[in-house]
């Protein structure tokens, strides 16, 4: 019928969605396309819909198990806008259930680049350490492809609240930058991380005193919750476990379920002999990864101390 094809892109968009919703994949996958066939004539004056548009297609392969199809639409996606959050998720669970880890863990990790609060990032993140530490052992980063750097315009840096700051309503999406500053506080969060790479570097020759100093420069410039639980890992080397300990609380006050702030928390805690709240740390990081081998060494570890 020629009402039908009429129908708009957006309008077609809205049924696939509603399709989605209702666990119809084949129907909404479908509906997506029939609107991507529409904008193909549009060229990069739809760069932004024909990316929403994949996204979403691949978001129904992936609920479908075709995963391969998942990863093509999601990279056409980030061709058209790229460091999209939802592609790169998507496509990090595709690679992940094709057992591409390596892949999995650059995409988890670009996608916190963009946005360091995604909880699904963490998690894939710890996945895909542990299995690539399994499949790879203890060099397994030095396999790994490259990961993008996320450039600063494409991250969203109002989505991390500052303590006790309300939080913005506008969506990101939708979210207009502000002008003034803001070439400022992008070359301090450029700085930022030139400086936490540089601690890191410094944290692989073992020269802990250094990085302190270059984490600390830092975290003057960018509270990130890597960038403290960083730092606390140079103060368990160098024996300061209250300041370690500081540090980790700082780290989960950003991201209250991190895996490594509850776990070197817990080091610097057994350390101060304070054995309780040690385990109530090992104890709530254990909820997300049940099976974590050095975290059930340490609650050994606390239980019998």
Known sequence: NGGAMAASPSA??????????????????????????????????????????LANRAACHLKDGACSLCVADCSNALELVPFGVKPLLRRAAAYE????????????????????????????????????????????????????????????????????????????????????????????TERARTLKEEGNQLVKKGNHKKAVEKYSESLKLNQECATYTNR????????????????????????????????RRAQALKELKDYKSGIADIKSLLKAEPKNTAALKLLQELSRA
């Open 12 to 53: 077609l968009r809205r049924a696939g969605n509603e399709e989605f919703r209702r666990g119809q994949y084949g129907p909404a996958a479908a509906l997506y396309s029939r609107a991507l066939e529409l904008l193909e004539t549009a060229g990069d004056a739809a760069a932004e819909e024909r990316s929403v548009l």
């Open 97 to 188: 259930a094709l057992e591409r880890y390596q892949l999995a863990y650059v995409d988890y990790k670009t996608a916190l680049q963009v946005d360091c609060s995604i909880q699904a990032a963490h998690d894939g993140v710890n996945r895909m350490t542990k299995a690539l530490l399994e499949k790879d052992g203890v060099n397994w980063r030095q396999k790994l492809p490259p990961i993008p750097t996320v450039p600063v315009s494409a991250q969203t840096r109002w989505s991390v609240p500052s303590s006790g700051a309300p939080r913005e309503n506008a969506s990101p999406v939708t979210a207009a930058r502000p002008e003034t500053g803001e070439n400022q506080s992008a070359a301090g």
């Open 232 to 263: 606390a890992l140079c103060y368990l080397a160098l024996k300061q476990y209250k300041e370690a300990a500081q540090d980790c609380t700082e780290a989960l006050r950003l991201d209250p379920k991190n895996v490594k702030a509850l776990y």
